[in-house]
C-alpha cells in the first residue's frame, strides 16, 4: 500500500523553531455528519447498538452476580489472600463499572463500598467476613429485586446502612493512617458521590 503525502509529518520551520505536525491516520476512520442529516447521527447509532443490547442486560447482570457471589465464596473457603482478594475487589470493580450501563444504577453504591472496604483496609485478614457477605448480599438482593416498586428505597436503605458500617470499620482500621483518613473523610469532588 504506498502512502499518501498525508502519512508524512508536515514541518513548518521558521528563524528559530521548527513545529512538525505527525500525521493523523484517525482522519481516515473518521466521518463527518451532515448537520442537517439526522440519520447518520453517530450518537444516535451508537444509542440504537446499545438499545438492541438491552435485552441481554439482565443476563450479563446476573453472571456479574454470580462471580461476585463465587469470589465471596472463595474468601471465605480459603481467607484473605492476595489473589482472593483482588477476584472480589475485581468482580465488585466491574459491578460499579457495568450496573448503571446494564440498567441496574442502584447495584453501583454498594460495589463501590465494597470496594473502598477492600482498597482502604491495609491488612485484609482484619476485613469482617460478614461485612464482605452483607455487601454481595445487598449487590444480589438488588438486582434480584429490581422490578419491585420499592426497589429504591430499600436499596438506599440497604447502602446508606453498609457505608455507615464500613465508614466505621475504615475510621478505626485506619485511625494511624492519617493521610489514608483524610482520604476518606474527604468530601466527594462532585455532588451526590461518595469519596
Given at each position: 500500500m504506498a502512502k499518501s503525502r498525508n502519512d508524512k509529518p508536515s514541518v513548518a520551520t521558521y528563524a528559530d523553531y521548527e513545529v512538525i505536525t505527525p500525521p493523523n491516520p484517525l482522519r481516515k476512520a473518521a466521518s463527518t455528519v451532515a448537520a442537517n442529516d439526522p440519520a447518520d447521527d453517530p450518537v444516535e447509532r451508537a444509542e440504537q447498538a446499545l438499545a438492541g443490547l438491552a435485552s441481554e442486560f439482565s443476563n450479563w447482570m446476573d453472571e456479574e452476580c454470580s462471580r461476585i457471589d463465587a469470589a465471596r465464596r472463595t474468601v471465605k473457603a480459603k481467607g484473605f489472600s492476595r489473589a482472593t482478594c483482588e477476584a472480589l475487589f475485581h468482580a465488585?470493580?466491574?459491578?460499579?463499572g457495568e450496573a448503571a450501563t446494564f440498567g441496574f444504577p442502584?447495584?453501583?453504591?454498594p460495589a463501590e463500598s465494597l470496594c473502598?472496604?477492600?482498597?482502604?483496609?491495609?491488612?485484609?485478614?482484619?476485613?469482617?467476613?460478614?461485612?464482605?457477605?452483607?455487601?454481595?448480599?445487598?449487590?444480589?438482593?438488588i438486582v434480584r429485586e429490581s422490578a419491585r416498586p420499592d426497589v429504591e428505597e430499600m436499596a438506599g436503605a440497604l447502602t446508606r446502612r453498609l457505608r455507615e458500617v464500613t465508614d466505621d470499620f475504615l475510621r478505626h482500621e485506619n485511625r494511624d493512617r492519617p493521610e489514608v483518613l483524610d482520604e476518606l473523610l474527604a468530601p466527594p469532588l462532585a455532588p451526590g458521590q461518595h469519596s
Open positions: 465488585a470493580h466491574d459491578i460499579k442502584l447495584v453501583v453504591a473502598r472496604l477492600i482498597e482502604h483496609t491495609a491488612d485484609m485478614q482484619r476485613i469482617p467476613l460478614g461485612l464482605v457477605e452483607q455487601h454481595v448480599d445487598a449487590i444480589r438482593a
